[in-house]
Nanobody, 125 residues
C-alpha cells in the first residue's frame, strides 16, 4: 500500500520561507508524477504545483510563480516545495498527491491516486 506523508509546515512571518517535504513510503511500480495542493478554511482545494517523473515539467499556479519551487529526488522517493516570500494568503493546509503510472500531472486533483494527510502552513502578517 502506498503511503504519502508530508512534513515541514509551520508558522512563519510574512516574507519568510519554508520547505515542505513529501515522502512516498512505497514506490509504485513504474513512474509517477506528483503535485502539491492546498486548502484554506472555508475555501476549495487549489492546485499549487506539479512535477513530472523526470522533472522536465513543473507547472505552477499563477499565485505562487516566482516564489515557490517544486523539486523531487526519485532515489529518495521524495518531493519538495521550497516556499519563499510567503504571504498571509498562503496560509493553508498543504497536501501532497501522487499520480501513479504516469510521467506527467497537472492541476486536476481528480487525476491523482494517493494523497497525504496534509501539513499546516501559517503565515502571519
Amino acid at each position: 500500500q502506498v503511503q504519502v506523508v508530508e512534513s515541514g509546515g509551520g508558522l512563519v512571518q510574512a516574507g519568510g520561507s519554508l520547505k515542505l517535504s513529501c515522502v512516498v513510503s512505497k514506490r509504485t511500480s513504474g513512474s509517477y508524477a506528483m503535485g502539491w495542493f492546498r486548502q484554506a478554511p472555508g475555501l476549495e482545494r487549489e492546485f499549487v504545483a506539479a512535477i513530472s517523473w523526470r522533472s522536465d515539467s513543473t507547472p505552477y499556479a499563477d499565485s505562487v510563480k516566482g516564489r515557490f519551487t517544486i523539486s523531487r529526488d526519485n532515489a529518495k522517493n521524495t518531493m519538495y516545495l521550497q516556499m519563499n516570500n510567503l504571504k498571509p494568503a498562503d496560509t493553508a493546509t498543504y497536501y501532497c498527491a501522487v499520480r501513479a503510472y504516469a510521467d506527467y500531472a497537472g492541476p486536476d486533483g481528480g487525476d491523482y491516486d494517493y494523497w497525504g494527510r496534509g501539513t499546516q502552513v501559517t503565515v502571519s502578517s
